[in-house]
């Protein structure tokens, strides 16, 4: 059996790219797999790239004509089979987007089974723009495209059960063929020898971006710093890719003169300095202010493995699975009091912190990516027997 993957891919900087590189890897050990992936920009193409058990080929760049490019390479694979991953703007802009359930058609055309992984369901009353018509023209094109998704692919894969309750209450969806297979989880490394600092460790993981509700993170974190002064605030992680503008300035702008010395920003690092760092965390804090959005969490299935235990805004991408104060304590997306209120009661209560991050690890322990990968070939097996 033969695969072709369409995706972006690292050194490229999304979630999606992240997501696949581990995902593929794993499919790749049991089946053919071809990637179909973005071209780079001058700066990612001087990266150097992560070692893979797949062929990559860099044949789309992302704007409107991708697919053209896209559906002419898939036939030249001549794979048994396409697998997209559906992100909003991974393609390109708006205008792209509105694309992508013309792709799938090409392939239904062509007899070409297609499988599509939907990242994200954005709820029938999402807020996306200020502007109530250009908000009306935002939502009916996000409709346009979910339904073609689903009426031109063979079959679809969403992360969660909140997500295919989504599309058939407010899209009307049939989801005789949505798959739920959930986002896979990395198995937490042994940490280097060494013994760890005393101060408490506050970490924050993900892309910085304007929604994700950093300011209220760095606002939170000063006023539990006045009640455990001996703490520091770490946040990893950098820029998106199809972001414009560099977030990670205007947080730091943010910090009083005080904070600065305890609030460090570490920008994108290896996955063995972020191992250690995820080790040498007290609480972990995974923030976001989307409440539109359902999917499911990267920076979550990051950090699950490790037993620590974990402080989430009140959003779909950590409700839908996960129970408030069972496997981690929920707080308000904009109220800074709430999560330092959380990070205190946190770190006063040893047992709390380790039930919450057993809990979770159990929860999330047999979300391997070996154990996705195999659900996803079974997938294609049974897609192309029909």
Not at 238 to 248: F, L
Not at 354 to 368: C, D
Request: charged share 25%.
């Amino acid at each position: 059996m033969k695969i072709c993957a369409v995706t972006t891919w690292p050194p490229h900087r999304d979630g999606v790219a992240l997501y696949s590189f581990e995902l593929y890897n794993q499919i790749a050990k049991l089946v053919d797999v071809v990637i179909l992936a973005n071209t780079l920009t001058p700066k990612e193409a001087s990266e150097s790239c992560k070692e893979t058990h797949t062929t990559i080929l860099r044949c789309w760049r992302r704007g409107p004509w991708f697919l053209f490019d896209i559906f002419r390479s898939v036939l030249k694979t001549r794979a048994h089979a396409v697998h997209l991953q559906h992100g909003w703007l991974l393609y390109g802009g708006y205008i792209s987007s509105i694309f992508f359930p013309v792709l799938l058609l090409f392939f239904r055309l062509s007899r070409k089974p297609c499988v599509v992984t939907v990242h994200t369901v954005i709820r029938r009353d999402a807020k996306l723009y200020k502007n109530s018509l250009v908000n009306f023209l935002a939502r009916t094109a996000v409709m346009f495209v979910l339904k073609g998704i689903v009426k031109f692919s063979d079959s679809l894969i969403v992360h969660n059960p909140l997500m295919t309750a989504t599309l058939k209450k407010e899209y009307n969806t049939n989801i005789d063929k949505i798959a739920i297979i959930p986002h896979g989880v990395k198995p937490a490394c042994n940490p280097n020898e060494g013994q760890k600092s005393k101060e408490v460790s506050i970490m924050s993981l993900g892309f910085l971006r304007k929604d994700k509700g950093i300011s209220y993170l760095i606002q939170a974190f000063e006023k539990f710093h006045e009640t455990c002064p001996d703490a520091k605030l770490i946040i990893v992680g950098g820029s998106h890719a199809h972001d414009k503008k560099t977030q990670s300035e205007k947080f730091k702008q943010l910090l009083t003169p005080a904070a600065q010395k305890h609030v460090i920003f570490t920008g994108f690092v290896d996955e063995k300095r972020l191992e250690q760092l995820i080790w040498n965390s007290d609480i972990i804090v995974l923030q976001s202010t989307e409440p539109y959005y359902v999917e499911a969490s990267g920076a979550l299935a990051t950090v699950a493995d490790y037993g620590k235990p974990v402080i989430c805004s009140k959003v779909p991408k950590f409700q839908s699975e996960l129970q408030n104060e069972e496997h981690y304590l929920a707080v308000a997306s904009s109220d800074s009091t709430e999560l330092a209120q959380a990070l205190s009661l946190l770190i006063k209560n040893e047992e709390l912190r380790k039930r919450l991050g057993e809990n979770l690890r159990q929860e999330m322990k047999n979300r391997r990516w070996s154990t996705v990968a195999a659900e996803h070939i079974k997938l294609y097996e049974q897609l192309l027997k029909s």
